[in-house]
């Protein structure tokens, strides 16, 4: 089992572009979470989904990000036209049930030149 | 709202040192506790976690203790070593709710 899989690890964008996190959920898992880890901070929530629905995005940017976790594939989440303020760590979470517990994985560095 | 609240870093300690990182909650009803670790370019680990008062965690020589009664989970080691140094989290999960909820993160540095 290879555990949840972030993809890339690091990447960087330019002012304006858009970039695109990729998470792979541990096996089995239908649970997926997104986390964001700002220099010196805690991890805040942004987003939870299940298969082809957003159960709760509360913790989600109002304009510009956007997730999806489809049927077949990994869930991505997008953010148009990046600025400075969203270089951070991107942390994705699986779990099977709540009470199973949540698998993080590794990450993915997003840095905006 | 819910919250968590951590003892400010770094702490630096020596190889066998105690260690204690405090850890305090707001939260309505009786939520889980958590502690995560993050080694250098990595993502959480689940340390140990406690789900009802007066619940203890215990996981590779790390323990805490769910309080109610003074609202904390401080996390603690008898002797600490290098590969220990890591960043710990604090976090909470509401009953009902799938959010988890950190704290900022203790860096914990042990020197041999």
């Known amino acids: 089992n290879a555990g949840v899989m972030q993809n890339p690890r690091h990447l960087v964008r330019r002012r304006g572009q858009e970039a695109r996190l990729r998470c792979s959920p541990m096996k089995g898992h239908s649970h997926v979470y997104w986390y964001r880890q700002l220099p010196e901070e805690g991890l805040k929530f942004m987003v939870y989904l299940q298969k082809e629905n957003i159960i709760d995005e509360s913790g989600m940017p109002k304009e510009r990000f956007s997730a999806e976790f489809p049927k077949e594939g990994p869930s991505i989440l997008r953010i148009q036209q990046v600025v400075r303020g969203d270089s951070a760590a991107y942390f994705c979470a699986s779990s099977q049930d709540r009470n199973y517990g949540y698998t993080f994985g590794s990450g993915t560095r997003l840095t905006v030149v | ?112």
């Open chain 2, 1 to 112: 709202g819910n919250s968590v609240t951590q003892m400010e870093g770094p702490v630096t300690l020596s190889e066998e040192a105690f260690l204690t990182i405090n850890c305090t909650y707001t939260a309505t009803g009786y939520p889980s506790l958590f502690w995560y670790v993050q080694y250098p370019g990595e993502g959480l680990q689940l340390l140990l976690k406690a789900t009802k008062a007066d619940d203890k965690g215990s996981n590779k020589g790390f323990e805490a203790t769910y309080r109610k009664e003074t609202t904390s989970f401080h996390l603690e080691k008898g002797s600490v070593q290098v590969s220990d140094s890591a960043v710990y989290f604090c976090a909470l999960l509401q009953g009902g709710s799938e959010k988890l909820v950190f704290g900022k993160g203790t860096k914990l540095t042990v020197n041999p």
